[in-house]
């Protein structure tokens, strides 16, 4: 739904130690803030890589960009009838 990556980059801010995306010839890698760029050996495709905190709290309205109705986003992209709840 073209929102994955950059939800994932906000979750990185808040708990992130590495983030790293590799595609092409080229990666790109977020280290204590810090973003660089390097060329690689060529990969088809993109890998997405990341070590988190797992002990660390964090804020999900952050994450999700203030996108906190999930289950509305949900039925508007894959229900016609908006019944979220017969799924359960």
Do not use: C
Request: net charge negative.
């Amino acid at each position: 739904m073209g929102f994955g990556l950059f939800s994932t980059s906000l979750l990185n801010n808040q708990a992130g130690l590495l983030f790293e995306v590799r595609s092409g010839n080229h990666a790109m890698q977020v280290k204590d803030g810090k973003i660089t760029t390097k060329e690689t050996e060529p990969w088809q495709g993109t890998i997405v890589y990341m070590q988190l905190q797992t002990d660390k709290e964090i804020n999900p309205a952050e994450v999700v960009a203030n996108r906190t109705d999930v289950a509305a986003q949900y039925r508007e992209a894959f229900l016609d009838d908006n019944e979220l709840e017969e799924l359960w």
